[in-house]
């Protein structure tokens, strides 16, 4: 499957936005879906994932009630809502896909598909 994800943009300290990933297909081979960031000079980190099925989500603690991960099912759609952010959450975002539970769904090797990242920017 092939992920496109969009909805980056520039935003005001204590703005939000959307970020979403497309499928290209019916996503019947994924086990989960994950959101990670890199910030420039980092390490890319995990951000939030969503069992497809059962729409379980779970997040990095520092994301919780301003991040929200879901999914649109009919779109083949996950999405990202981001609220209160901050320049600490400037960074490109990127969706991945999991086929398997073999791996923590919190770090990068679980993941087999990716998509190609979205730039997002936090003004003090």
């Known amino acids: 499957v092939q992920l496109q994800a969009f909805g980056g943009g520039l935003v005001q300290t204590g703005g939000s936005l959307r970020l979403s990933c497309a499928a290209s297909?019916?996503?019947?081979?994924?086990?989960?879906m994950g959101w990670f960031r890199q910030a420039p000079g980092k390490e890319r980190e995990f951000v939030a994932g969503?069992?497809?099925?059962?729409?379980?989500?779970f997040y990095v603690d520092s994301m919780k009630g301003r991040f929200t991960i879901s999914r649109d099912n009919d779109q083949y759609t996950v999405s990202l809502q981001m609220n209160n952010l901050t320049p600490d959450d400037t960074a490109v975002y990127y969706c991945?896909?999991?086929?398997?539970?073999?791996?923590?769904?919190?770090?990068?090797?679980?993941?087999?598909?990716w998509g190609q990242g979205t730039q997002v920017t936090v003004s003090s």
């Open positions: 969503l069992i497809w099925v059962s729409q379980y989500t």
């Open positions: 991945a896909a999991s086929r398997s539970r073999r791996y923590s769904l919190w770090t990068q090797h679980a993941y087999d598909y």
């Open positions: 297909r019916r996503p019947f081979d994924v086990y989960a």
